[in-house]
């Protein structure tokens, strides 16, 4: 709790006053080392699996093949740590509604689509993939390993001794066990910190990275709050975390950058045009996700950016039909119907609506959209079905 109110009182003050002695935007980065080959044998063996995957990630039923977002989110890496540190990056976008990024330590990068619908902007796409681009160029992979090793080894021989000694070795045990844990969270804030130095040397704002935890945060208490769960939030990791807590990243993140403030450019209108090709198909699976509270909060925050389109209305009246509640099916009916005039006419549409009328005793109205559906779509894969309820 004092650690808590220190960090808060620390992220007030920075806001507040801006603080004492601003550091120029442009901090010097660390230097790099292009081609890097694996040194040791733990290197390689990594890499070798890291090979095996990426290969396997090539023929990915997962993978996205759409030139145009693939070579965007590549884009948007190399403005972000600088050309030399990106050209040997290969990236791939794989189809899972989540947000995540990962980066291996031959170079491969993988980004959700989950991220990509959740990210505001270009800047706080950024802010995400510098900081696992971060990951990558602190060697964490391979330090990781060997702490990992080194503590379960360590591990293994305390219980043998325990045993052979009939000692209580539980304290030990938990101390390396901890170990684990803490190196992994020190790992993460330091991929954090230097990510925030990319954020700097780009054309994109700082304040970014603290941004894309605080949208986590609110995403997480509205799928708790639908969920009737209660918030989680903290600012100490727990016993068993492998990640600082996101509230700690937010504040340590916003003070940071708080000490070069800088305006720079979010781009919004370049990220969304950019994931317009795929936002049908993400909308469509994250509503998928069994996650009310989440989705429509998330539906919400889209609909500040673009207004209530269309395809924002359908996908809000699937997941009011999907939860199914009976005031849902009315509400989901009127939704369908707004989008409909909004000129999202799809054959989906009329599908959505017809079933959400018919389960709300609305007969007539309800056969009636589901003629138009079949109109629409003649050859759709449930017309047998739909014709059985027009009927």
């Known amino acids: 709790m004092k650690l808590g109110l220190k960090l808060l009182l620390a992220t007030t003050a920075a806001i507040l006053l801006g603080g004492a002695a601003p550091e120029p935007k442009a901090k010097p980065l660390p230097p790099y080392t292009a081609a890097y080959e694996p040194q040791t044998v733990d290197e390689r063996g990594l890499w070798m699996q890291a090979d095996e995957y990426e290969a396997r990630l090539r023929s990915s039923a997962l993978l996205i093949r759409d030139e145009q977002v693939v070579n965007y989110v590549r884009r948007v890496l190399c403005e972000t740590v600088g050309e030399d540190r990106c050209r040997s990056v290969r990236v791939y976008v794989l189809e899972v509604p989540a947000f995540n990024a990962s980066m291996y330590p031959n170079g491969a990068m993988t980004v959700w689509t989950g991220l990509l619908l959740r990210a505001r902007n270009e800047a706080e796409l950024a802010a995400v993939l510098g900081h696992e681009f971060a990951h990558f160029e602190l060697?964490?992979?391979?330090?990781?390993?060997?702490?990992?090793?080194?503590?379960?080894?360590?591990?293994?021989?305390?219980?043998?001794?325990?045993?052979?000694?009939?000692?209580?070795?539980?304290?030990?045990?938990?101390?390396?066990i901890g170990s684990i844990y803490r190196f992994s969270r020190q790992q993460e804030q330091a991929a954090d910190l230097?990510?925030?130095?990319?954020?700097?040397?780009?054309?994109?704002?700082?304040?970014?990275?603290?941004?894309?935890?605080?949208?986590?945060?609110?995403?997480?208490?509205?799928?708790?709050?639908?969920?009737?769960?209660?918030?989680?939030?903290?600012?100490?990791?727990?016993?068993?975390?492998?990640?600082?807590?996101s509230l700690a990243r937010a504040s340590y993140l916003q003070v940071e950058a708080a000490k070069a403030p800088d305006s720079g450019d979010e781009d919004v209108n370049g990220h969304q045009a950019a994931i317009a090709p795929l936002r049908?198909?993400?909308?469509?699976?994250?509503?998928?996700?069994?996650?009310?509270?989440?989705?429509?909060?998330?539906?919400?925050?889209?609909?500040?950016?673009?207004?209530?389109?269309?395809?924002?209305?359908?996908?809000?009246?699937?997941?009011?039909?999907?939860?199914?509640?009976?005031?849902?099916?009315?509400?989901?009916?009127?939704?369908?119907?707004?989008?409909?005039?909004?000129?999202?006419?799809?054959?989906?549409?009329?599908?959505?609506?017809?079933?959400?009328?018919?389960k709300s005793g609305e007969t007539s109205s309800g056969r009636s959209a589901l003629s138009e559906y079949l109109r629409l779509k003649p050859d759709a894969g449930d017309a047998k079905i739909i014709q059985t309820l027009v009927k």
Do not use: C
Request: no cysteine; charged share 20%; proline share 2%.
């Open 280 to 358: 049908e198909r993400l909308l469509a699976a994250q509503v998928k996700l069994n996650d009310f509270g989440g989705t429509d909060y998330l539906l919400n925050e889209l609909a500040k950016i673009h207004g209530w389109t269309g395809q924002l209305l359908f996908a809000r009246a699937e997941l009011y039909r999907e939860r199914g509640n009976p005031r849902d099916l009315v509400t989901a009916s009127q939704l369908y119907d707004e989008a409909i005039k909004a000129g999202h006419s799809t054959p989906e549409a009329y599908r959505g609506m017809g079933l959400a009328l018919l």
């Open 139 to 176: 060697r964490h992979s391979v330090q990781g390993f060997k702490q990992s090793r080194g503590a379960t080894d360590a591990l293994a021989w305390v219980q043998l001794l325990g045993a052979i000694s009939n000692t209580d070795v539980s304290n030990s045990q938990w101390s390396l």
């Open 194 to 245: 230097l990510g925030l130095d990319y954020l700097r040397n780009s054309r994109y704002p700082a304040a970014s990275a603290a941004k894309v935890w605080q949208h986590i945060m609110a995403e997480a208490d509205a799928t708790a709050a639908g969920r009737l769960y209660k918030n989680k939030h903290r600012y100490a990791a727990g016993f068993f975390d492998s990640h600082p807590t």
